[in-house]
Structures are given as C-alpha cells and as structure tokens.
C-alpha cells in the first residue's frame, strides 16, 4: 500500500481534510482535477457563516457552531504557511428589504438559537441601530439579523494555505490527475488516475460534483446537485465596510464582492446579463454608494448542494474505508472538516453529531 | 516630452489637472493630454503606490485610469478631453462617498 | 440601438468597415458598434479627420483608408460611435454601453471584429513611467497629433516598429537607437518560408524601403539585442542591453540615457470577444498567440463570425478582404444573394486573400519574439502589472502544484486587475508551460469573462 489515505479532489474540502489527516499523522495523496475542473472552491463568497444554516435542522446548525468554534485556531495555524487569509470574525449582516422579510428572518433566527440550545447569538437590529453600525446603508433596508459569530475569509487564500500546510505536513498533491476509476483488491483500493496508479487502504471522496459518479462506481448513490450563483466583482475601493453581509462584502483588497444567485441550470457556470443586472440592482438599493463603482468581473460558480441542503458524510457499506464528503458551505465547515471530521475518518472516537449526516435520512 | 507636431493645432480647451489649468488642443485624449503637459505619472497603484504612466493607449492596459470630473479609475486614454474637465491622478483605490441622510 | 439585428458587427476597423459594407450592399440590415470616435479601427484610425501633417507623415496606406471609411461613412446601416460592447455570449446576445447607457442586443449574425493589440514585452522595469509600446506612440500622432521629443529608444521587433521609426523620421522625431531584438539568424532561417511568400513581394519591397529609410538617417541601430531592461526609480532614465558587432561579436553593457522607450515584439490577436463568445482558441506556435479557429470567411460556428485581426493577425488588406468576403457569406446565408454572384464573387475575394496571406509565414517566421523576451529573466520583473505580481510569485505558486493559469491566478492575482489579463495571460502560460514541461496548447489560458469593457454596477442595474 503506497498511502494510507487517498483524498480524491483537492478543492476546499478535499485539502481541509488531507490537512486535517497529515496532522493525525496520515500518509496522504490528494489527487486533484484540471486547470478549468468545475470548482466551488474558485467561485465562492468566503463567508464563514452561521447565520441561517441549519435552522430548520438541527444537526447542521450544531456542526456549523463546532465548526465557526474551531476556526480561530485553524486560522492561527494557516500563519505558518505566511499566506494572508484575511479571516475576520467580527460578525456580519444579513439585510431586510421589507417587513415580510423581516419576520420571516426573526422567525428563522429563533429556531436557529433553538436548534443550538442558544449557542447561536443573533439580534435583530431596526434601520437606525443598523445604520449606526453600516452609515453607507440606504432607507430601503428596513433593519437586518446580525450575528456576532459570522466572518469571513479571503477563500481563494485559505485554498492556497491549506494546499502549502498539507504538503508541509508531507501530503502529495497533483494536480491535473483526473480519477478515473476506483477498484477495490485485496483490503485496499487501487485509484486509477490521468498520472497513474496508486493504491490506500481508504478513500475519501472530496470530488465536489463529481462525487455521484465516482460514488457510483463503488456502489455509493450521492445524491448531488448543481446550483449556480453568479458573483460580481468591482475595482478596488477604499476601505468602507467594516463587516461582511450576506450578499456584499468588502474584502481585504478593497474589491466588493456581490451576489448571488440561485438557479437550476444544471452544469453552466455562465454568467447572463439578466441575472447581473438584478444582483446589482439589490447591491445598488442597498448601497446607492456602489452605483459608480466600476465592475471588474462576474462569474458563475455551481454550488454542491444535496437534497436536503445539508452536508453528506457517509462511509460505504459495501466497500468500507470509502467516506464521501460532500456539502456546501465548505469555506464556513473548513475548521471541522480538518478537525473532528477526520476522527470519524479514522475511526477514532467522534463526535456523534457527524453520524446525522449519513445518507441513511433520505430512506424515510 | 511630447509635443504638437502641427503648429495649426490651436490650444484652445481648458482642463484642470490635479488642480492647475492649462490649455489643451481640443480632440485629443486626456492621457495625450497628460503626456503634452509634462506629468511625471498620471496613477499611483493600489497595491505598492507605485507610479503609473498609459501603456497601450489603445484600452485594453488599465494603466491609464485616472479621476475624471469626479469619477474615479477611468480610462484616460479612452477619454477626450472637454472644456472645462477636472483632471485629477489616480492616488490608489477609488474612494466612494455616500450621500447620507438623517436616519 | 433596436434590441436586435440580422447582422451585428463589432469593431469599425477595415474588417469591420468592409463587413458591413459588403453585407449592406446585398441588402443585409446591418448595425456596426465601435469604441472609437471615429471609424478606421487600429490603422485608419481618425483617417477621415486627419490633418495634411498627419497624412503626409502617415503616408499613403493611412490615406487610402480614407478611402474605405468614406465608403463606410454612406453604407447605409447604423453605426455606433463610443459605444463598448460589455458582454458577449454563446447566444450572441450583446451587451453595449453607449454614454452611460446598457443596451441589450440580440444578433442573429454576429461579427467579431475587434482587432489586435500589442504584445506584451515583460522586460526589467517595463512599468516604469516613460516605457509605453511603439502602437502607443503611432496612436498618439494618429488619435492626438503628438509626437515624443527628448531621447527616444525604439526596442523591440516587427515589421509595426520599423515603420513607426520611418514614420517619426518623417515627422522630424529624433530618434537616439533603435534595438532590435530579432535573434541572430531569423531571416535565414525563415527563407524556406519565402517561397510561397513571392507572392507578397511588395511587402518585403516596403519592409526593405524602411530600413533604406531608417538606415539613410543615420539612427544607431543595435542588431540582436540581448537583456534589454528598462532602468529607473520614478520613471525610466536608462535603457542597458547587450548587442553584436557587425562582425558578430557581443557587446554587453551598453547603455543608454532615455526619457521615452516605445516597445514592441509583435500584435496579437485580442481574442477577448471571441473567447466570450465562446468560439474555439488554438495556440498558434508560428504567431506565438492564440488564433481563433475559423474558416475562410471568418465563420466560428452557424451565425458566429470572427475576422480581421481579432481571429489572427493578417493587416489591414488582409482584413478588408476577409471582412468582405464574411459580409458576402453573411448575405449568401440570408438567401440575399443569388447563387451565381455567390460563385463567383466569394472566389475572386478568396482568391486575393490567400495571395495576400502569402507572405504572412515568412513575417511570422523572421519576427518571431526570442523566447527571452516573452518570459522574463529576472525574478523580480513585473509579469501581471495591475496587481504586481513578479515572475518568482508565479514561480512559487506552480511549485504548489497549480494545475494552470487559472489556478495560478487564483493564488496570485495574476490577472485579477482591471485589465483582466490582457497584458499578462500569454505571459503567465508560457511561465507556466515552462515550468511544468507542458505544452501552449494543454497549458491553456486565462478565462474570460464578462465585463469586456468598464461597466458601473449604477449602469448595469437600471438597463
Ligand atoms: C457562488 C457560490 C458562493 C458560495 N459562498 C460560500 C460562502 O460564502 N461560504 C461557504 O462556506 N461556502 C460557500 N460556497 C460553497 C463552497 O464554495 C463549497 O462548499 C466548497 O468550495 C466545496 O468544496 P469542494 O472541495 O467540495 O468542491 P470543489 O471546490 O468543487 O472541488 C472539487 C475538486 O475536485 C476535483 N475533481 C473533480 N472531479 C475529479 C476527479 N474525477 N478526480 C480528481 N479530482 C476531481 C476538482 O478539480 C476540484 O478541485 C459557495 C459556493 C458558490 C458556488
Ligand atoms: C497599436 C496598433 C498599431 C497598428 N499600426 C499599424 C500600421 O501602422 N500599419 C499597419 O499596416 N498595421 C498596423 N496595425 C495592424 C492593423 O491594426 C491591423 O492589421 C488592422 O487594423 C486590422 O483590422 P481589424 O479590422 O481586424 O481591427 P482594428 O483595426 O483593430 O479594428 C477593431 C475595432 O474594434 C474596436 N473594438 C475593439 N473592442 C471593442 C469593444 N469591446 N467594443 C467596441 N469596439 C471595440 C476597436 O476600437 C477598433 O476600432 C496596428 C495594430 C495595432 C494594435
Ligand atoms: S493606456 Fe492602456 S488602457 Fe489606456
């Protein structure tokens, strides 16, 4: 056996977890896609967020607790690399536009803090209490949810940090090494890829949406589901907004990023002028100041989403020693994913909450 | 270091750069404009503050970008010049202001 | 602007300008959107408004021009000045910003005609204030009538830097030096080339009357040069380089005082609309860029047109004769023309096409850039200029592992600046194709996306 563990896919959640299982002193390969492979990881809007996730279940809601609890310390430990990550966690914003908004948020945010035994801290803040915090807010936003537990993170850095932390830790990436099929032989699996073959005794698939299919061939049926969200991008401004918000933040180049949206469109991460022109109609409304600002991109992203929209962590039953992870929200779960995820990878003692995420819940 | 070279060119179009007027031929681009004048550089980057003159001239380089009657990173190059514009260099990233009201 | 069109066209240089002229005169309902004041494109640029100064000095290709942009003038279809195209896509849906205003257009033909631009030459303290490309100093006399005094260098290669010099000379320009940076050995090399290029004589007639020109006024002229930078602190004071003697020895450690350094290794095609559109790209090793794979007529795909410069560099004749021949295909695919004339014309217009490609393998061949100077020698030297980024940044960042450009660029913001990559993209593949042994073509190249020319959120939301 050349490895103990073959992390398939190096995207966020791939090298979270590669990291994580160097740190438990695994032998690990990460093989990753192509230059142009779908990536979530490329495309998101780097929150780390709380707010919303898991208010209708209560499993996630927690995990997004552990997992927003740990990331100070991943944080801390991505210095070493000297990459800039620019995480922040000073809370952030999420903006009603009228009142129906407004009480289906309050309803929201309330069973959230239920779900998480009031673990999660929230408040719900009117126009002019928001306005002493974000000045630059515009009279259509009638109030907002702030939740001093959100931050952000620049997410294209922590890609680059976690990939120069694994190989420090003496994980083996490669990229341009599409799989292309796994095989179990004799108590270990043999993974055919574009730059050759190579064995481990487990397998941890982190494909993002490749994972249905790679999950096929080893008897796993994932359910996962595309969803685009078009993301617009400006030239850099000077400093203006303190926190992050659900659909506008300001990073730490000065660029605003904005978003975004939700649409079924199956495999096309393209962008279409209807759908910016209504993102930058809502970022406009809520901040009159960015009307001038000049855009410098806008992208497609596909989200990995599942049935239920919460994460996927399931070990194969015909073929043990094969996990599948797969979720959205990888920036925000990063921090678990290379911490108590990879217990329950190894086998070591875990945190029971992980075992709600089986697929087992889409039986019933 | 750049001049006219038709003496029939009159200079008949006043701008203002970085807060002192001149006279300019009408029809020619604001970085042509900067050139004539003698800047020493018409940007100072976001990124390192480093200075900047036009590049291409064509619009496709950016590194013209310049404040132009208040609007900030916009292509000098691709901009002719009209009576009466405020010129200014581009100091670093744009800086936004908001049109505040009594909450 | 109607929200759409039989037959839209972007860019009103001479692919533009005669696609539009042939395509209207067959009855075609034609609309033509272009960035610049005036028609003409790159080389007839404000040919219409020019001053006799400007003639005389431009000579007489930049007049005949005038000849087309007449034409075009009275062509009988819409045209739209200082209008931007924005957003380009697979459906040819066409985003135009027009005095602040967004229009949406849909075309049921559209043609990319958007041209070419400089190649980036990433030399040592290319960002300095006073190093701008020698297209640069022609616009400025084209666009605004002026013209560098001071110590002027012209660097580089290609046949555009040679005429720039003849055309300052004319103009009174002193010019210090002109180095020329094409290898030792190009011209014989690339002879075999020549034969096929007997047909296009004229231009090696023309290309030899500018040296004869440059040569007759005596400017210091620098063969085979080798470590050209640029060197400075607030802006360029000195251009340094090493160079061979007639008799082929090489001088180092030339240098020279300079308050304005025009560069140039070549144009290449801006494929940027093209990509959007999602037509096809290949690498182009003979032209050293990425070409848009079309056919004769300029033809990406049913209705998707790419011709001129835009799709691969041909100049001007090439690209008046390419952009009539797709006017023609457009009218023939709109049953407007009957099939006789279709015959007999598109083989006429094909035939003077390929004769006047026939020199384009040689010139291709002899201008070559050297290898040196499309990835830089020093670690420190600027490769992505909006956002800083040095050639030992991207360095670090393939030994990670990237898997390309794309991923590259997301490590480093090579590319992520207002320009999008348009300076830097064919210098970050070629880094990247070196450093991990792969090939142009498997390397690949910067996405693009929209938008394609500056947009504001404010301009984009009340459509
Ligand atoms: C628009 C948008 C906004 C988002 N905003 C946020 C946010 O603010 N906060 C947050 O927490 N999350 C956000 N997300 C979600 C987050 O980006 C994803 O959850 C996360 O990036 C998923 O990572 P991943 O590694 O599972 O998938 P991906 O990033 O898609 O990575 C999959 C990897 O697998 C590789 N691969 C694919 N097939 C193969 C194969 N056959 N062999 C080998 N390798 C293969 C690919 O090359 C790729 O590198 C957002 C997503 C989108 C689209
Ligand atoms: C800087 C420069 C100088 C040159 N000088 C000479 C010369 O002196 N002699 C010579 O023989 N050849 C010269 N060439 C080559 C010459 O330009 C081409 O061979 C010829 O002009 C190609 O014609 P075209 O119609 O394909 O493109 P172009 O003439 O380049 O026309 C393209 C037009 O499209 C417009 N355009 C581009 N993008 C957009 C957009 N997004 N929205 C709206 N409009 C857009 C451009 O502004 C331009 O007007 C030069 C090229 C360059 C780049
Ligand atoms: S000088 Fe290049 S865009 Fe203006």
Redesign the pocket.
């Known amino acids: 056996m050349q490895y103990d563990v073959i992390v398939?896919?190096?995207?966020?959640?791939?090298a979270a977890t590669a990291y994580g299982l160097a740190k438990q002193g695994q032998k690990v390969l990460v093989?990753?896609?192509?230059d142009l492979?779908?990536?979530?990881?490329?495309?998101?809007?780097?929150?780390?967020?709380v707010q919303g996730k898991g208010w209708d279940h209560a499993p996630y809601a927690q995990w997004c607790q552990i997992a927003t609890n740990l990331w100070p310390e991943l944080s801390d430990e991505l210095k070493a690399t000297q990459v800039d990550i620019s995480y922040q966690r000073r809370g952030g914003f999420d903006f009603c536009i009228n009142e129906q908004e407004w009480q289906e948020r309050e309803s929201m945010m309330s069973a959230l803090w239920k779900n998480t035994d009031g673990m999660f801290e929230y408040e719900m803040l009117n126009h002019s209490k928001l306005k002493k915090m974000i000045p630059e807010i515009s009279k259509s936003v009638i109030g907002a949810s702030f939740s001093p537990q959100d931050g952000h993170v620049d997410?294209l850095a922590l890609l680059q940090a976690l990939c120069k932390a694994m190989q420090n830790l003496g994980v083996t990436y490669m990229g341009n090494?599409?799989?292309?099929a796994i095989t179990p032989t004799h108590g270990e699996y043999v993974v055919k890829?574009a730059k050759g073959v190579f064995t481990a005794g487990k397998i941890v698939l982190?494909?993002?949406?490749?994972n249905g299919q790679?999950g096929e061939q080893l008897g796993m049926n994932i359910p996962v589901v595309a969803e685009r969200?078009q993301?617009l991008i400006t030239e850099r401004l000077k400093p203006f907004l303190k926190w992050p918000t659900l659909n506008v933040r300001q990073t730490a180049q000065g660029t605003v990023q904005i978003?975004?949206s939700h649409e079924d469109v199956g495999l096309n991460d393209g962008t279409t002028p209807e759908v910016l022109k209504q993102i930058a109609q809502r970022a406009v409304l809520m901040f009159p100041l960015l009307s001038s600002v000049h855009l410098v991109r806008a992208w497609g992203?596909?989200?990995?989403l599942t049935p239920d929209g919460n994460p996927i962590y399931q070990q194969s039953t015909s073929n043990p020693g094969v996990f599948s992870?797969?979720?959205?929200?990888?920036?925000?779960?990063a921090a678990a994913h290379a911490g108590p995820l990879c217990d329950w990878i190894l086998g070591d003692s875990y945190l029971p909450v992980i075992e709600q995420f089986s697929m087992d819940r889409f039986d019933v | 270091m750049f001049k006219v070279l038709d003496d029939n060119h009159e200079f008949d179009t006043q701008i203002s750069f970085d807060g002192k007027d001149h006279l300019v031929p009408s029809n020619i681009t604001v970085a042509a404009a900067a050139l004539l004048i003698g800047v020493k550089s018409i940007r100072e980057t976001p990124v390192t503050g480093a200075k900047r003159m036009p590049l291409c001239m064509m619009g496709v380089c950016y590194e013209c970008l310049m404040k132009i009657d208040g609007v900030g990173n916009q292509r000098s190059c691709q901009t002719l010049v009209r009576q009466g514009m405020v010129i200014e260099r581009q100091i670093g990233a744009t800086e936004v202001e908001a049109e505040y009201y009594e909450a | 602007m109607k929200p759409s069109y039989e037959l839209l066209i972007i860019g009103a240089g001479p692919a533009g300008m005669s696609a539009a002229c042939e395509a209207a005169r067959n009855g075609v309902a034609v609309c033509v959107i272009d960035d610049q004041p005036e028609p003409g494109g790159q080389i007839y640029r404000n040919a219409s408004r020019a001053t006799d100064k400007q003639n005389q000095v431009l000579g007489k290709d930049y007049q005949q021009g005038k000849n087309l942009v007449d034409d075009f003038k009275s062509y009988g279809g819409e045209y739209y000045a200082n209008a931007s195209v924005w957003h380009v896509d697979a459906n040819n849906q066409v985003g135009v910003i027009k005095a602040g205003k967004n229009y949406f257009i849909s075309a049921k033909n559209l043609v990319i005609a958007s041209g070419a631009q400089e190649r980036a030459m990433p030399i040592p303290g290319w960002q300095l204030p006073g190093v701008m490309y020698a297209g640069a100093g022609q616009i400025l006399f084209k666009g605004s009538g002026i013209v560098p005094t001071g110590e002027l260098v012209l660097a580089g290669t290609g046949p555009l830097l040679l005429l720039l010099a003849s055309q300052y000379l004319h103009a009174g320009v002193k010019i210090k030096a002109i180095l020329d940076t094409t290898p030792k050995g190009r011209i014989v090399k690339s002879l075999d080339k020549l034969f096929s290029g007997v047909q296009g004589y004229e231009y090696l007639i023309k290309g030899a009357s500018l040296l004869r020109h440059i040569k007759a006024a005596k400017v210091p002229y620098y063969k085979h040069v080798e470590g050209l930078c640029a060197v400075g602190v607030e802006r360029v004071e000195k251009v340094s380089f090493a160079s061979a003697t007639k008799a082929g020895r090489k001088v180092a450690n030339i240098s020279l005082d300079v308050d304005t350094l025009l560069l140039h290794q070549g144009i290449i095609p801006n494929t940027r609309l093209a990509r959007a559109a999602q037509c096809e790209t290949t690498w182009d090793a003979q032209q050293s860029c990425w070409i848009v794979a079309t056919n004769e007529y300029g033809l990406c795909r049913q209705n998707t047109y790419v011709v001129g410069d835009a799709a691969r560099v041909m100049g001007a004749v090439a690209s008046r004769i390419q952009g009539r021949l797709c006017g023609l295909h457009v009218a023939q695919s709109l049953t407007k023309v009957d099939s006789h004339s279709w015959q007999v014309w598109h083989k006429d217009l094909l035939k003077k096409l390929r004769k006047e490609n026939a020199i384009r393998p040689f010139l291709d061949a002899v201008y070559q850039p050297a290898d040196a100077y499309l990835i830089p020698q020093q670690d420190d030297v600027i490769v992505c200029r909006c956002e800083e980024v040095t050639l030992s940044d991207i360095q670090d960042a393939v030994r990670l592992g990237c898997q390309g450009p794309n991923q590259v660029k997301s490590y480093t913001r090579c590319g992520m600046g207002p320009c999008q990559g348009t300076q830097c993209s064919n210098t970050l593949s070629h880094i990247v194709a070196k450093q991990s042994n792969m090939p142009m073509a498997q390397v690949g190249e910067l996405r693009v996306r929209s938008p394609l020319s500056p947009i504001t959120l404010g301009q984009i939301a009340d459509l």
């Open positions: 398939i896919g190096g995207g966020m959640v791939g093989l990753d896609g192509e492979t779908l990536s979530a990881s490329k495309a998101n809007f780097g929150l780390v967020w997410p090494c599409l799989v292309e890829g982190c494909a993002g949406l490749a790679l969200g993301v978003g975004d992203g596909l989200r990995i992870v797969t979720c959205h929200s990888g920036v925000t779960l």
